[in-house]
Every structure is written in structure tokens, then in C-alpha cells.
């Protein structure tokens, strides 16, 4: 299974569009933290853990919330 860049960076993009909504929360802090995330996900190689991580993004783009 090969992840497309695109879905990636729509993820990515997506995830800060929803942090530019935010009211109550330190909107720097929150896009900060986004890129880290994504950064130290950038050598991930394992199918596997790419998928959780895709996943992992999706899910808190429809629950607004980290799971």
C-alpha cells in the first residue's frame, strides 16, 4: 500500500485550516505542535505504521479531538 504525498499534505493542510477555527487555544502552540508531529512521521517506512498514522490524522480531523 503506498501513500500518496497528496493525501499527506491534504491531511497536513487540513489539520492547520482547523487550527486557524480554534478559540481557546494557543493557535501557534497548535500549529507548532502539528509540525512536529508530521515531521517525526516523515521517516516512517513501515506500511503498517504509515497507515496507523493516516488513520490517526483522519480520525482527529472528524472527531476534533486526539485519540
Known amino acids: 500500500m503506498s501513500v500518496a504525498r497528496s493525501e499527506v499534505l ?3 493542510k487540513s489539520i492547520l485550516k482547523y487550527g486557524q ?5 494557543d493557535r501557534d ?4 505542535k502539528i509540525r512536529k508531529e508530521f515531521r517525526s512521521c516523515k521517516s ?4 503498517e505504521e504509515i497507515k496507523f498514522h493516516i488513520d490517526r490524522a ?6 476534533k ?3
Open 29 to 32: 502552540f497548535f500549529k507548532k
Open 58 to 63: 483522519k480520525a482527529f480531523l472528524q472527531y
Open 44 to 47: 516512517v517506512e513501515s506500511p
Open 21 to 25: 477555527e480554534l478559540k481557546y487555544t
Open 10 to 12: 491534504r491531511l497536513y
Open 65 to 67: 479531538r486526539v485519540l
